[in-house]
């Protein structure tokens, strides 16, 4: 088994889990007892105007910010919160990212491709910017640029005969003259 889907397996049995327990779920699929309970997507989130809302929204994982974005727009509808928080969704990299350690992602990394490695380089500096992960991602990817075969360059074409005349290079002079 792969660590990848071991980390998404024990993702889904931790959100099962508090299901099968009775926990109530609240807004978003964040347990009442979390953040976001009594239809709030975060702690005091009502009393915030729209500057603190923007500063802060960098703190909170996808969940929240998917809540926080369905209560604005059905609540205040600030616009300049709108936009931080289109500009903040993002695909998490990895399934269940946003609750995984600096541990998990760097053992995580070891088994991942390099278009997966990227794109947790792309998120990682937006969101939490952890110069731990930072610092593994670029490690992984320059060994596995080593190990990759690099793919060649596109082979010289030079432009043809045809080619120049489609570009106007062989043009006939026409007169209007016989």
């Given amino acids: ?6 980390l998404r397996d024990r993702v889904l049995r931790r959100e099962s889990s508090a299901i099968r327990s009775g926990d109530p779920v609240g807004q978003a699929g964040l347990p009442a007892g979390l953040p976001g309970q009594a239809g709030l997507p975060f702690a005091s989130y009502d009393r915030l105007d729209a500057r603190q809302v923007v500063n802060g929204l960098s703190d909170h994982s996808q969940l929240e910010l998917e809540a926080a974005e369905s209560y604005e727009r059905s609540h205040q509808d600030r616009q300049q919160v709108l936009d931080k928080l289109r500009y903040m969704r993002d695909s998490e990299p990895l399934a269940g990212y946003d609750a995984l350690s600096v541990e998990e992602i760097v053992a995580a990394l070891g088994e991942a491709d390099l278009a997966t490695i990227k794109k947790v380089r792309g998120y990682e500096r937006k969101f939490a910017n952890r110069p731990d992960v930072l610092e593994e991602v670029v490690r992984v990817h320059h060994r596995r ?3 990759q075969p690099a793919s060649a360059p596109p082979a010289y074409q030079p432009m043809s005969a045809t080619s120049v005349a489609s570009l106007g290079g ?6 209007g003259r016989p």
């Fill in 145 to 147: 640029q080593a190990t």
């Fill in 170 to 175: 062989d043009r006939t002079e026409k007169s």
């Fill in 1 to 6: 088994m792969s660590i990848l889907t071991g």
